[in-house]
């Protein structure tokens, strides 16, 4: 139990484009799903925490308006990468918090999401 | 803010041999959790083990286990009889307060001989 999935698992796309990427969870209602991104050999970096049916809270330095995140239901929440630059290249991995179930309070990550700008 | 900081950036073992991974956090609060997430080569993310601050047993999974010393604010994995499939990236990381962020390590890479 406990799957998170995500949707691309890679995209190539142009310089200016929008990309949207998908993280659902598979077996599981997830109130708060995360958003982060990790560069080569570093760690993660949280980019934002996405609550079903509210704004999502943006940690500092990253730009609310280059990544839309939106959290529609309990298992899917979306992040729009808009106007996507090369420097915007990076492997992205949401999680879902997991609560109640299975083992509480405990984050299932999704497989990520290569994406590359040209 | 809260840090958590793992001191070893790579280390290795030999195959059925056992490994000590360390961390070290810094906190002001009382109740919180702390985890242990293995990367492999694909990356995806493995919660290999979890403790809760107000547990004073050590956690255990099967040849994982930790050495959970709250006063000290250290959080070591041991892995025992290692094998090549635990080769990978593992990431300590520490939960609390009401937002349930998880701050990562900066990681240890392992490395398991044949």
């Known amino acids: 139990g406990a799957v998170v999935s995500q949707h691309p698992s890679w995209v190539i796309c142009k310089s200016g484009t929008s990309v949207k990427i998908e993280c659902r969870s598979l077996?599981?209602?997830?109130?708060?799903m995360f958003w982060y991104r990790q560069f080569p050999k570093q760690s993660l970096m949280l980019m934002a925490t996405s609550n079903e049916g509210s704004k999502a809270t943006y940690e500092q330095g990253v730009e609310k308006d280059k990544f839309l995140i939106n959290h529609a239901s309990l298992t899917l929440s979306t992040l729009t990468v808009t106007s996507a630059h090369p420097e915007d290249s990076s492997f992205y991995i949401c999680?879902?918090?997991?609560?109640?179930?299975?083992?509480?309070?405990?984050?299932?990550f999704g497989p990520g999401t290569r994406l590359t700008v040209l | 803010a809260q840090t958590v900081t793992q001191s070893q950036p790579e280390m290795s073992v030999q195959e059925a041999e056992t490994v000590t991974l360390s961390c070290t956090y810094d906190?002001?609060?009382?109740?919180?959790?702390l985890f242990w997430y293995k990367q492999p080569p694909s990356r995806q993310m493995i919660l290999v083990i979890r403790q809760e601050a107000y547990k004073q047993q050590n956690a255990t999974e099967n040849r994982f286990s930790v050495n959970f010393q709250k006063a000290a604010k250290s959080f070591s994995l041991k892995i025992s009889d290692s094998q090549l499939g635990d080769a990978a990236m593992y990431f300590c990381a520490y939960e609390g307060g009401s937002n349930y962020k998880l701050t990562f390590g900066k990681g240890t890479l392992l490395t398991v001989n044949p």
């Open positions: 077996d599981f209602q997830a109130t708060t």
């Open positions: 999680s879902a918090r997991l609560a109640g179930v299975f083992r509480a309070d405990t984050q299932y």
């Open positions: 906190t002001s609060e009382s109740d919180y959790y």
